[in-house]
C-alpha cells in the first residue's frame, strides 16, 4: 500500500487513529513492560460531564454567520475537539477532564466565513482555536481561557493546479492522506509524510514547520511553501507572489509555524513533483551511533542523499531488530540506519555507505519499517492502557554538538524518572538532516506514578532545560503550543518576544487567536 491508498482518517476522541484499526501488545511484551516496573493494568478511562457552553445569542450571531448546522454545541462534537495527542492530552482525556474542551465547535465552508466568524468573536472577545487534524503534541489547541474552536475540515479541496509551474493550491483543512490522493490523480506528490500523516492537515502542516520521513529528499514543509492566504481579525493576508523575492522581508515565514496565533491559515500555494514510480528502502547496519552519525553527516553535507535518511541508535536498533513481538528484546548488536529512495536504491549512496564501514541489511529492515511506519503511534494506547508511561520529544542542533545534545536529554530523562522511581527506556534517533545539523527525536518508556501527568511534567521541564543548556531548540517540529511556551520566549529572548507581541497586537488586537498558545 502506497502513501496515497491509505484512507482519510477523522481521528477518534481519547485514541490515535483510525477507529478500525486496534494494536494489541503481545503477551511478551506486556512481560517486558514489568521489568520496567509497570504493574497495570491503568484505570479505565472516566466518562466527561458536560459543562455550560456557549452563550445562546452568541450561538446565534454564529449560526447567521454558517448555518445553524455548522455550529455545534453538543457535548460529543465538543469532546472530540478537546486536546490534542500528546500523552498528558490523552492522560487527561481518559480522567474525563474537560477543563480545556471548546464552548462550541464552528465548520466554515470558505475563507470569507473563517473571516467573518474572527470579525464576529473579536466583536465579542471570544478566543478561537483553528483546528483541522487535531495531531497537536504541545498543547497547541488548549488555549488559556474558554474558546470556539474554529474546525476547517470543509476547507478540504485542490483549487488550483499549475502543471507548468508545478505548485498546487490546497485547502487548511485537507488532510496528507487525502492530498496525496488528489495529486495522485494528476501524477504528482506532495512528498511530505509526517508519522501523523494519517490525521494532520495542510493547514496544520504549515502551521507548526512540520517535517515528514522525506525531508532529506524533499525538505521540510516551510520549503515546499510557495504561498499562504490568511484569516485575522482584522481581514486578509496573502503572503507569496513569486518563488522568492527581495521585497522586503519574507512574510510567508512570519505565518509558518504562528500555530494560529497571528491568523487562520486557509489555503497553502505548494511546490509539487513528478510522482515516483517506485519507492525503495533498505536496512544498513554500523558499530556505533558515532560512527552512523559520522556517515550521515557526510551525506548531508558532500552527498549522494538519499530520500529518506535515519539513524537509530543502540536502544532503538536493540528493538527494530529484535523480536518485533518483545519491546525492548535483545537486538544483534551495532545500530540501524534507513534510507529510502524515490526510485531504486542509488548505487553511489551504497558504496559510501559500504566504504564508511556499513553492512547491507538488505530491503527486509528498510520495508518493514516502511510498513510499520504509521502503526507506531497506535502503540501509545494500549501501552497506557497497561499502565505505562509512554511519550516522545524532539529537538536538534548542529552537527558539532549532536553527540553532547543527545547525552544530556538523556541523562535529564533519566535521572528525573530514576528520581520519581520509575527507571525509563529511552530511544533515539536521527531522522531529518541537514548540511549543518540534525534533529534528535527521542521515545521515552517507564512506569507510571500516581499521577502520570504531573510525573511528566517533571521530566519535561528536566529535559527542556537540559536542551537549552547544550544549545539545542526547543523542537524540530512538534511545535511551540503551550508545552513549550516558556522555553521559546528564553530562546528567541526578550526582545524577539516583544517583535512577535508587536506582530500580533497589529493583526489581533483583542487577542482573540489562540491566547497563550506561542507566546506567552
Known amino acids: 500500500m502506497t502513501e496515497s491508498d491509505l ?23 506486556v512481560e517486558a513492560l514489568k521489568q520496567l516496573g509497570v504493574r497495570g493494568p491503568a484505570v479505565a478511562p472516566v466518562d466527561p460531564v458536560d459543562r455550560p457552553g456557549l452563550a445562546t445569542d452568541l450561538e446565534q450571531l454564529l449560526a447567521d454567520v454558517l448555518g445553524a448546522d455548522h455550529v455545534r454545541t453538543d457535548l460529543e462534537t ?13 492522560l487527561r482525556h481518559r480522567a474525563g477532564d474537560t477543563s480545556d474542551m471548546p464552548d462550541a465547535v464552528v465548520f466554515p465552508g470558505s475563507h470569507d466565513e473563517v473571516v ?3 470579525e464576529v468573536c473579536d466583536q465579542r472577545g471570544v478566543a478561537v482555536v483553528p483546528y483541522a487534524g487535531g495531531t497537536s503534541v504541545v498543547g497547541g489547541l488548549a488555549p488559556d481561557r474558554r474558546f470556539v474552536a474554529i474546525d476547517l475540515g470543509r476547507l478540504d479541496r485542490l483549487t488550483e493546479l499549475d502543471e507548468i509551474s508545478r505548485t498546487a493550491r ?65 481581514g486578509t493576508i496573502e503572503v507569496g507572489r513569486a518563488p522568492m523575492s527581495a521585497a522586503g522581508p519574507d512574510l510567508r515565514q512570519l505565518f509558518l509555524g504562528s500555530e494560529g496565533a497571528l491568523g487562520i491559515i486557509t489555503s497553502v500555494l505548494v511546490r509539487i513533483r513528478p510522482r515516483p514510480a517506485e519507492r525503495s528502502f533498505e536496512g544498513w547496519k554500523f558499530a556505533s551511533f558515532d560512527e552512523g552519525l559520522t556517515v550521515i553527516r557526510r551525506l548531508a553535507q558532500d552527498g549522494p542523499l538519499p530520500t529518506v535518511l535515519r539513524l ?42 559500504r566504504d564508511a ?48 545534545l543527545k547525552a544530556a536529554v538523556t541523562n535529564a530523562l533519566v535521572s528525573s524518572l530514576s528520581e520519581q522511581g520509575t527507571p525509563p527506556l529511552v530511544l533515539c534517533h536521527v531522522s531529518h538532516v541537514y548540511e549543518t545539523g540534525a534533529s534528535l527525536y527521542f521515545t521515552v518508556v517507564s512506569a507510571q506514578t500516581d499521577d502520570p501527568v504531573a510525573q511528566w511534567r517533571t521530566a519535561k521541564a528536566a529535559t527542556n532545560q537540559a536542551i537549552a543548556d547544550a544549545g539545542g531548540t526547543i523542537t524540530h517540529h512538534h511545535g511551540v503550543g503551550t508545552d513549550h511556551r516558556a522555553a521559546y520566549a528564553a530562546e528567541i529572548g526578550p526582545l524577539a518576544l516583544d517583535v512577535l507581541r508587536a506582530v500580533k497586537q497589529t493583526v489581533d488586537p483583542g487577542g482573540i487567536l489562540s491566547p497563550g498558545i506561542l507566546l506567552p
Not at 475537539?81 to 500523552?87: A, L, N, P
Not at 532503538?316 to 534507513?338: H, K, Q, R, W, Y
Not at 503511534?377 to 553532547?404: N, Q
Request: no cysteine; proline share 7%; aromatic share 8%.
Open 7 to 29: 484512507p482519510v482518517v477523522h481521528l477518534t476522541s481519547g485514541r490515535w487513529g483510525d477507529p478500525a484499526y486496534r494494536a494489541e501488545l503481545p503477551a511478551a511484551a
Open 78 to 90: 465538543r469532546w472530540a475537539h478537546t486536546r490534542g495527542y500528546s500523552t498528558p492530552d490523552l
Open 116 to 118: 467573518a466568524l474572527l
Open 170 to 234: 490546497l485547502g487548511a483543512g485537507v488532510r496528507g492522506t487525502a492530498a496525496e490522493a488528489l495529486l495522485a490523480e494528476h501524477g504528482y506528490t506532495l512528498g511530505h509524510f509526517p508519522q501523523s500523516y494519517e490525521g494532520a492537515s495542510i493547514g496544520g502542516y504549515a502551521a507548526t514547520r512540520s517535517s515528514g520521513q522525506s525531508s532529506a529528499g524533499y525538505g521540510r514543509f516551510d520549503q515546499m511553501v510557495v504561498g499562504l492566504t490568511v484569516a485575522t481579525p482584522r
Open 312 to 353: 537509530s541508535d543502540e536502544a532503538e536498533t536493540a528493538v527494530n531488530l529484535a523480536d518485533p513481538n518483545v519491546l525492548g528484546g535483545a537486538g544483534t548488536g551495532g545500530v540501524l540506519a534507513i534510507i529510502g529512495f524515490d526510485g531504486p536504491v542509488d548505487p553511489g549512496t551504497a558504496a559510501a555507505l
Open 357 to 404: 564501514g556499513g553492512e547491507s541489511l538488505g530491503e527486509g529492515p528498510g520495508e518493514t519499517w516502511r510498513q510499520g511506519r504509521y502503526r507506531g503511534p497506535y502503540l501509545r494506547d494500549p501501552l497506557l492502557d497497561e499502565g505505562a508511561l509512554v511519550e516522545t520529544l524532539e529537538t536538534a542542533g548542529f552537527w558539532s554538538s549532536l553527540p553532547a
